[in-house]
């Protein structure tokens, strides 16, 4: 199967600080990366997506960067705040019709 | 906004049993996907279809059954359900295409406990 893994399988940061996700994924035709969160006792939503034409992609609060050449890919969080606190993992798809997905980072917010 | 709406949140079913789940898109997605979710093996694929009244194995299709009659509406059926298909259960959907960029979205999951 897919090899798309996250380096921590926790992650505790203070309020108000950056986060930094990190996920490694082993195929080098991938084409298409997600990052999802997932609350506990609910499913999985859409966070940020990237296409491997592109390095970056950000949105609010949140920054995705792709680095093909190791094949990872990270998300950071400014100013993490409690409502952060998720499991975050990310997915990644070659032909658009199959997806393969991290087993997820818990993240904790510490106010 | 994508609606990926799963019927069940919660059951508690008895081994043996047959059971039902269902999962309705809103957004005439071609394909769809149901997923098991445990602790510690991230999400696992059952099934998935591409369009009406076809389906595919995915990673772990036993004891699973599909049924996709209509575009907006696919159902994973467990025969004779098993304690060891006490589970999260997640119905997703995308569009279809070899394009990238075709996000795939899911329900908020279905708590199943077989005893």
């Known amino acids: 199967g897919e090899s798309v893994g996250l380096h921590l399988p926790t992650l505790s940061v203070q309020e108000g600080d950056n986060s930094i996700i990190n996920c490694a994924y082993s195929?080098?035709?991938?084409?298409?990366f997600i990052w999802y969160k997932q609350e506990s006792g609910k499913g999985p939503q859409f966070i940020i997506d990237?296409?491997?034409?592109?390095d970056k992609r950000q949105g609010q609060r949140v920054t995705v960067l792709l680095n093909k050449t190791v094949k990872h890919l990270s998300l950071q969080i400014a100013a993490t705040q409690p409502g952060d606190s998720a499991v975050y993992f990310c997915?990644?798809?070659?032909?658009?019709?199959?997806?393969?997905f991290g087993t997820g980072t818990s993240l904790t917010v510490i106010p | 906004d994508v609606k990926v709406t799963q019927s069940s949140r919660y059951l508690v079913k008895r081994t043996g049993e047959k059971v039902f789940l269902e999962c309705v898109q809103d957004m005439d997605h071609e394909n769809m996907f149901w997923y098991r979710q445990d602790p510690g093996l991230g999400l696992r694929l059952i099934y998935f279809?591409?369009?009406?009244?076809?389906?595919e194995k995915g990673d772990i299709p036993e004891g699973y059954s599909v049924s996709r009659e209509k575009k907006e509406r696919f159902s994973l059926i467990l025969e004779s359900a098993s304690t060891n298909q006490t589970s999260m259960y997640l119905c997703?959907?995308?569009?279809?295409?070899?394009?990238?960029?075709?996000?795939?979205?899911f329900g908020e999951g279905s708590w199943l406990t077989v005893v």
């Open positions: 997703a959907s995308s569009l279809q295409g070899h394009l990238s960029g075709n996000t795939i979205y």
């Open positions: 279809s591409y369009d009406v009244k076809m389906k």
């Open positions: 195929n080098s035709a991938s084409d298409y």
């Open positions: 990237i296409r491997s034409n592109m």
């Open positions: 997915a990644e798809t070659r032909t658009g019709n199959q997806f393969y």
